[in-house]
Each structure stands twice: as C-alpha cells, then as structure tokens.
C-alpha cells in the first residue's frame, strides 16, 4: 500500500523540461543566407547574349544597393539575435529577407528595370530616354536574370524561413 504523500516511481519529483532557446545553428544559417544576400547584391543581375559583352550589369549599379544595405542589417541582427536569444530580432530578420526577396523577384521578373538605371545614372539620360534604348537594347539583345539576383533571392529566403523559425523557436522557449 502506498501512503498519501510518497512518491511512486519519481515521476512525481521529474519536473517538465524546459524547452530549450532557439539553436545557434538557426542564427548561424540566417546569417549564411544573409551573406549570400549580400554578395549576390553586387555579382550581375543581368546579363545579355550581345557580342563582345562582358559581364553585365551588377546589382550595385541599381536596386543592389538596397538588397546590400538590407542584408547588412539583416546579418547584424541575427548575430545579436543569436548572442541575446530575443524573438523580435528574428521575426524583423525575416522580414528583411521577405524585403530583399521581393526586391529581386522585381529585377528577376523586369531586367530591362536595371538597364534603365544604369543608363539614367552613367549617361545623365532622362528616364524617357533611358526606357526606350533599354527596350531597344532587349529587342536586339537577350537579357536575362544573373547570377546575383538567383543569389540575393536565395539568401533572402534562407534569412525569411530562417528569421521565422528563430522567432517561433525563441518564443516557445518563453
């Protein structure tokens, strides 16, 4: 016979496990995808099939200076994300790689977009002027997607899912 208080195979004594913060290894990986971000801004974004071209035009020379700053931002808050374990800087990590992939899902979807700016910005053009030789210039030309935009979208979204997960993970922990 069992007494009222004794305790009947230590189950009364095991306390609930605490459930554990967020793993580094989440931070860690953001922090992968913002860095790839942050290369793929200043690689090509779009390239062309011209004869005697070489490279493209680098996402720095456009919107790359956004998805560059963003993923700078983004990158620094996993870090103190990771070393303070606070779910709001994962969740607004995650949003800035929402931020940087809907950047480049943009110029992915419109190169024709960079070509312009390059035009405005290097030869003082109007924005009229700029927007009728770049779509002269995709009518001789192929232009398509490069590299550093496929890299920015795939950074971003390693930083989205990533920043979400840490955020879910960090607030559970609570």
């Known amino acids: 016979m069992h007494s009222a208080g004794a305790p009947s195979g230590g189950a009364a004594h095991a306390s609930p496990a605490a459930p554990a913060a967020p793993p580094k290894k989440i931070a ?28 493209g035009i680098k996402g720095i020379d456009g919107d790359g200076i956004i998805t560059l700053i963003i993923a700078l931002v983004a990158g620094i808050l996993f870090i103190v994300a990771m070393v303070t374990k606070k779910a709001a800087l994962y969740l607004v990590g995650g949003v800035l790689g929402l931020a940087m992939a809907i950047v480049a899902a943009i110029n992915m979807a419109d190169p024709e977009r960079l070509v312009t700016q390059k035009l405005k910005d290097d030869e003082g ?35 989205l899912a990533l920043g979400a997960l840490g955020f879910m993970k960090a607030r559970a922990s609570r």
Do not use: C, H, R
């Open 28 to 55: 860690i990986f953001a922090i992968v995808g913002s860095v790839i971000a942050l290369v793929g801004s200043m690689v090509n974004w779009v390239v062309s099939d011209a004869e005697g071209a070489t490279g």
């Open 125 to 159: 053009v109007s924005q009229k002027v700029a927007e009728k030789a770049a779509e002269q210039a995709a009518k001789l030309y192929e232009m398509t997607a490069g590299p550093g935009l496929y890299m920015v979208l795939i950074g971003a979204l390693m930083a």
